[in-house]
């Protein structure tokens, strides 16, 4: 069983739309929850973390945890044909930030 | 503040060959991690180090592959002898306390 996935995708949204990905987890040690964005023949870079119920906004970017439904969810409002990447969300039990990934969702945002 | 270095950028090699990869991690950041990547799927954790030490290398091939860190600082990841499965991306990252992880650019494996 895969701790981390991410089952929605690819994702194809117009400019200007809300892009909403999600994730779950199986291991409910789960503490810390990282979004990283990955351009095509790039390597992932961080964009948000989140380690407690609720939401956190950053931006145009605001990542939601439920650590009851053991989900994860990033939210990109206003998207920009930019935002085009695979957007990888990861996990971690503990602080020494071993991170475990799903397999990524592939966006689109259509000029 | 000076990146993840990661060299080289691209190999191809035939199977049953050897290879290495390099990396230096962002200074400070007492934790490297290597991931391997392949197309489609997500990053998959090689190997943990902790300063010089292995702190998890569970899902490591031994039998083909190895990674040392020997001064704690920078680190290599052989393969040795390559399959054709073992075409990906590889991934070195670092972190520091209190620092979530930071990627290098990566190289990309081709075994032909």
Known sequence: QKEVEQNSGPLSVPEGAIASLNCTYSDRGSQSFFWYRQYSGKSPELIMFIYSNGDKEDGRFTAQLNKASQYVSLLIRDSQPSDSATYLCAGTARDDYKLSFGAGTTVTVRA | ?112
Request: include cysteine; hydrophobic fraction near 35%; aromatic fraction near 8%.
């Open chain 2, 1 to 112: 503040e000076a990146g993840v270095a990661q060299s080289p950028r691209y190999k191809i090699i035939e199977k049953r060959q050897s290879v290495a990869f390099w990396c230096n991690p962002i200074s400070g950041h007492a934790t490297l991690y290597w991931y391997q990547q392949i197309l489609g799927q997500g990053p998959k954790l090689l190997i943990q180090f902790q300063n010089n030490g292995v702190v998890d290398d569970s899902q490591l091939p031994k039998d083909r592959f190895s990674a040392e860190r020997l001064k704690g600082v920078d680190s290599t990841l052989k393969i040795q002898p390559a399959k054709l499965e073992d075409s990906a991306v590889y991934l070195c990252a670092s972190s520091g306390t209190n620092s979530p992880l930071h990627f290098g650019n990566g190289t990309r494996l081709t075994v032909t």
